[in-house]
């Protein structure tokens, strides 16, 4: 498994603002589908291309394409919705699945209580979107349905990592060399509560509102 860490003084400036208990849910909807994009960016450097022959107005030339099967996107419901935008605004041919996942909040473990996704993923490359990956249960849930429908490489663009989380799934699912994590940041641990250090609460609530 890989790990990038964004390091980029827009994205850390925007993760900043983010963070703050003072940012109001529209900024925060906003900065969420902004950093997306910038993630996104090395998110797919591995996109499957292939060479094309073209005609310019002035020259035939070799360009370069994106492979069939289109690229899977698989937000995460609910926090992962607030990133769809801005992933889909870089990989507009890009088709999109939809697995919902919710954390439960004693035992801290991942239930799935949605998945709008093809049952055959053979040879897709799927792009995960959840901005918090805090003890691994959701992204190890997630990445494991798709690897056993057959994706043939999963990224998942995080917004904030925990180093526990990490952990877990790179024990869990590791072993596959084509898993990729890509973040903005790290952060310091978890608290007894689940939640990351600093972190900035909970994405979901403060995307759409406290359920
Ligand atoms: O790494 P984990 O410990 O599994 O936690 C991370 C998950 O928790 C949050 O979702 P939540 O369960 O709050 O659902 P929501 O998006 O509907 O708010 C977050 O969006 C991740 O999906
Ligand atoms: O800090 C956290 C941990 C899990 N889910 C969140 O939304 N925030
Ligand atoms: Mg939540």
């Not at 964004?6 to 925007?14: E, R």
């Amino acid at each position: 498994m890989r790990v990038h860490v964004a390091d980029h003084p827009l994205v850390a400036h925007k993760l900043t603002v983010l963070r703050q208990t003072s940012t109001p849910s529209p900024v925060f909807r906003q900065l969420t589908e902004e950093l997306v994009t910038l993630l996104a960016y090395e998110a797919t450097r591995e996109i499957a291309v292939e060479r094309v022959e073209i005609d310019t107005p002035v020259a035939r030339t070799l360009g370069t394409h994106l492979t069939h099967p289109r690229p899977m996107v698989v937000p995460i419901l609910r926090a992962g919705l607030g990133m769809l935008e801005g992933m889909t605004r870089l990989l507009p041919t890009a088709e999109v699945g939809f697995l919902g996942l919710q954390r439960n909040e004693e035992t801290l473990e991942a239930i799935t209580y949605a998945n709008r996704l093809p049952d055959d993923l053979a040879g897709r490359q799927c792009y995960v979107l959840d901005p918090m990956l805090a003890t691994g249960g959701t992204l190890v849930a997630a990445i494991q349905y798709l690897i056993e429908r057959g994706a043939r490489h999963v990224t998942c663009i995080t917004l904030l990592c925990a180093p526990e989380g990490l952990a877990t799934v790179e024990a869990a699912v590791g072993h596959h060399a084509d898993v990729t994590i890509v973040t903005a940041a790290v952060d310091e641990r978890l608290n007894d509560k689940g939640y990351i250090v600093p972190g900035l609460g909970d994405a979901g609530d403060r995307l759409y509102g406290v359920v």
